[in-house]
């Protein structure tokens, strides 16, 4: 396995999405993951552009979310908005985003 691989299973994209989002083929997303050979350089910039969306989701969720009257069970209510840039159509990015997203929430409890 390769750390493009391990990119890849973070956001939750299979192959196929990876390929139409990243505008490469199937055959050179399989190549990316299972090899050392590495993508070009705008492949990794478009995973650090999701990254950041991701990121940038997490934190907005979480900090909409009212601190002083949050309770546990909220967490299992967390709902995100991925920005538009990002395919709506990919669940994996928005888990991703919303397990963040609960992850800082819960810090609360800790």
Not at 40 to 43: D, E, F, T
Not at 63 to 71: G, P, Q, R
Not at 81 to 86: E, G, I, K, L, T
């Given at each position: 396995m390769?750390?493009f691989?391990d990119?890849?299973d ?5 192959q196929?999405?990876?390929a139409r989002?990243?505008n490469?083929s199937?055959?050179e997303?399989v190549?990316w ?6 993508p070009?350089?705008?492949?990794w910039?478009s995973?650090v552009q999701?990254?950041d ?9 979480a ?9 546990a069970s909220?967490?299992n209510?967390?709902t995100l ?6 395919s709506s ?12 997203a609960v992850?800082t ?6």
């Open positions: 390769s750390n691989s990119v890849m973070y956001l939750g994209l299979s196929d999405e990876a989002v990243l490469s199937a055959d997303i190549r993951r299972n090899t050392n050979e590495a070009p350089l705008h492949i910039q995973l999701m990254l969306d991701v990121r940038r989701s997490a934190e907005e969720a900090k909409s979310a009212d601190l002083d009257h949050l309770e909220d967490l209510r967390v908005a991925m920005p538009s840039q990002m159509d990919l669940a994996g990015p928005k888990r991703a985003a919303t397990a963040l992850a929430l819960a810090r609360v409890f800790v």
